[in-house]
């Protein structure tokens, strides 16, 4: 079955960490650049960090520079977020897919909620 599929989500204190996992399956995962998006209510998805297939390259968004890594393990078909010093602003659903987005995978996941409380 082709799909992208996240965990790791949770309620968190300001300051606070979370590791984000996402599974991939029905694709050859290394293949493909793959980002971490993040949607908050209201608000367009947006990209919060992305990674070559091999790792060599890798871009985050300003808002989490610094504070959010993001890695992967080809022969687990996962991708990583580590988010450390989180904020209220982190409060979205996480969610994966390729970078840029699209249906290799399928639809996008069902993501996995991330609150962050004062």
């Known amino acids: 079955q082709v799909q992208l599929v996240e965990s790791g989500g949770g309620l968190v204190q300001a300051g606070g960490s979370l590791r984000l996992s996402c599974v991939g399956s029905?694709?050859?995962?290394?293949?493909?650049?793959m980002g971490w998006y993040r949607q908050a209510p209201g608000k367009e998805r947006e990209l919060v960090a992305a990674i070559a297939w091999s790792g060599g390259y890798i871009r985050y968004a300003d808002f989490v520079k610094g504070r959010f890594t993001i890695s992967r393990d080809n022969d687990k078909d996962t991708v990583y977020l580590q988010m450390n010093s989180l904020k209220p602003e982190d409060t979205a659903i996480y969610y994966c897919?390729?970078?840029?987005?699209?249906?290799?995978?399928?639809?996008w996941g069902p993501g996995t909620q991330v609150t962050v409380s004062s």
């Open positions: 897919n390729t970078d840029p987005a699209s249906q290799v995978f399928g639809s």
């Open positions: 029905g694709r050859t995962f290394s293949f493909y650049r």
